[in-house]
């Protein structure tokens, strides 16, 4: 290591609630994250967790076994890979309330975001959520409990009358929440210190926070994505927090998933600025505060969101991230140790890193300019086969001959990348993730492309001939 990290612990997070890696593919990803710098990993879980009982309705289609999770376990284990899990449970429950089941606990009937924490049965549900996940995660030393973005809180009836009393506050009533829950994680499973976002905390009065008990039940997670994070200003909410009586305090990043909700590929740069940025901060605020950082992979913005970057292009940002944080920057030094280290001459072209990475750089690149280059700015297809053309299937046949050899020979180009972009992504994920990204990112550009193929077809039939004109021949009379 060329210098020392201010960050010991650095886990790298694993959002399932889009795109869940097969198992098998993890098996291959940990050794990476290992040799990489991880030590650990945040492993998000959602509706991918084998819930029981009356729970077992939030299972997504391929959620995984409980034999799964433990090899899962084991794997991260091999790889000295410490795990961290993540359960919902207050914001961002839109996997739970979406289900008839459970909508009667939202805080707004009309949204699945946010529990409504003044029902007994709300406390209730997130009890069975941790001890669940507990359960398959005995002897964790942590256990992340979410509570960022609470959506709507104080909005909902109950909590509107509740407001209305002079001492009760928003602030108080997150407060009351995330008291309740992190105080059943520490009653029933000991040695597990809950771990908390710190979006909701950070224009708490600080008085206020110091008197709810919450800084000695939890440590929060100070999150920032931006490649402009604000050193100052996150020191300053470091003193705050410290101040409140919270003994740790932990940072997050991001390497993928935060710059837009339908990125395809993750802006290598941003993100390692982001990590110097958080670099900056942890040597410039007080001493040891930070034990340690959780490197971000958002795989959805919430659970009705589009996919954006996948975990296998994501890679390159990762590796460059992780290795920024064991060296403490991203010098030319530690950008040539990356490249080295994932095969590529360049991060800038990073052809080879895998199959799934190339072919979707390919895809995301190329795939809609090249169908937009031929439908919109192709001399003929905009001069003779307008829309106005192909609505009445008028075309010259000339024009055929100029519009139909290249619309082919992109269509069959194109249809044999995604082809073995199909192949490479069933190795990593499971059918239900292929056919979303494909829809999303493939099938529009191809049925553009198609339609007008197909416009061309419909064009170029031959015209029935009319029937030949009547006369005294039709009768066999003579003239």
Known sequence: MSRATPFQMRFVHLDLKGAPPKVSYLSEVFPLLHALGANGLLIEYEDMFPYEGRLMLLRAKHAYSPSEVAEILRLA???????????????????????????????????????????????????????QIMGLHRGARWLHIGCDEVYYLGEGETSKQWLQQEQNSLAKLCLSH??????????????????????????IPQEQLKASGVPQLVEPVLWDYGADLDVHSKIFLMGKYQECGFQSLWAASAFKGATGASQALPPIEHHVRNHEQWLQVAVSGPVDTLQGIILTGWQRY??????????????????????????????????????????????????????????????????????????????????????????????????????????????SRWSNLVQQLEAALQLAFYPDTIEEWLEENVLPSMQRLQGLLQDLGEAAAPLPLPPPPSSCWDTGQNP
């Open 302 to 411: 919430d659970h009705f969101s589009v996919l954006c970057e996948l975990l296998p292009v994501g890679i390159p940002s990762l590796a460059a991230c992780l290795q920024s944080l064991v060296h403490g920057g991203f010098a030319e030094d530690v950008k040539l140790r990356v490249e080295h280290f994932l095969g590529v001459s360049s991060l800038e072209i990073m052809d080879t890193v895998s199959d799934i990475h190339a072919l979707v750089t390919q895809v995301s690149l190329h795939l809609r300019s090249s169908v937009d280059t031929l439908l919109e700015r192709n001399r003929y297809v905009t001069g003779w086969f307008s829309p106005y053309h192909r609505r009445r299937k008028l075309i010259h046949p000339v024009m055929i001959q100029h519009i139909q050899p290249e619309a082919l020979s992109l269509l």
């Open 178 to 203: 995330m008291q309740a829950v992190a105080s059943h994680v520490l009653a029933q499973h000991p040695g597990t210190t809950p771990l908390v976002w710190d979006d909701m905390l950070r224009d």
């Open 77 to 131: 284990k091999l790889n000295e890979l410490e795990v961290v899990p993540l359960v919902q449970t207050f914001g961002h429950m839109e996997f739970v309330l979406k289900h008839a089941a459970f909508a009667h606990l939202r805080e707004v009937a009309l949204f699945p975001n946010t529990l409504n924490p003044h029902e007994a049965e709300s406390l209730a549900l997130v009890k069975d959520m941790v001890d």
